[in-house]
């Protein structure tokens, strides 16, 4: 069955600091892996997504997140936070093939920046 | 385009009662989602439609939950009758083939 792990369900940083987001993804065959960010009282908005090809994918905002297919993982990362980063983040795997349906979100990390 | 438009953004009702939510997908979207958000279950994805056909609703929670796709520009989600425990914020999300989804702002929905 389709799961995705957000292991960390808070995450402070400073400001100007590097940040990584984990996500570990379960699922039979090469999945569709999604990077969403809600901020309060929003709705989800992409930040970055993979579908094949180079395993490296870069998002909006600075964002960026790498598909290591050995690990089931697809990390998200940003060189330097911004206040303005502070928002929950959601990882989404949804089915090869068939569209981007059926997506499994994981549980999210709340992400906090201190000045 | 406008974007996933839900409506109403706010809703508060007493339990027992019957209580609608509206979604108008992107224009050329074939793919329409609802998936409802609370703290103790994070996002759930409760049923979607290809084409205004329901494809999958094993995630709608009870029978006293249902959902329509009259066209392709418009569905409902209804609850009947609403209970507290169905508090939450609902989203509604649509895509295209192979696109990631869109999601509305949400409906939150408080039920006394």
């Known amino acids: 069955a389709q799961s995705v792990t957000q292991p960390d369900i808070h995450i402070t940083v400073s400001e100007g600091a590097s940040l990584e987001l984990r996500c570990n993804y379960s699922y039979g065959a090469t999945p569709y892996l999604f990077w969403y960010v809600q901020s309060p009282g929003q709705g989800l908005q992409l930040l970055l997504k993979y579908f094949s090809g180079d395993t490296l994918v870069q998002g909006i905002k600075g964002f960026e997140a790498e598909f290591k297919r050995s690990q089931s993982s697809f990390n998200l990362r940003k060189p330097s936070v911004h206040w303005s980063d502070a928002a929950e983040y959601f990882c989404?795997?949804?089915?090869?093939?068939?569209?981007?349906?059926?997506?499994?979100f994981g549980t999210g990390t709340r992400l906090t920046v201190i000045p | 385009d406008a974007g996933v438009i839900q409506s109403p953004r706010h809703e508060v009702t007493e339990m027992g009662q019957e209580v609608t939510l509206r979604c108008k997908p992107i224009s050329g979207h074939d793919y329409l989602f609802w998936y409802r958000q609370t703290m103790m279950r994070g996002l759930e994805l409760l049923i979607y439609f290809n084409n205004n056909v329901p494809i999958d609703d094993s995630g709608m929670p009870e029978d006293r939950f249902s959902a329509k796709m009259p066209n392709a520009s418009f569905s409902t989600l209804k609850i009947q009758p609403s209970e507290p425990r169905d508090s939450a914020v609902y989203f509604c999300a649509s895509n295209q083939g192979l696109s990631e989804a869109f999601f509305g702002q949400g409906t939150r929905l408080t039920v006394v």
């Open positions: 989404a795997v949804g089915p090869l093939g068939t569209g981007a349906n059926n997506l499994f």
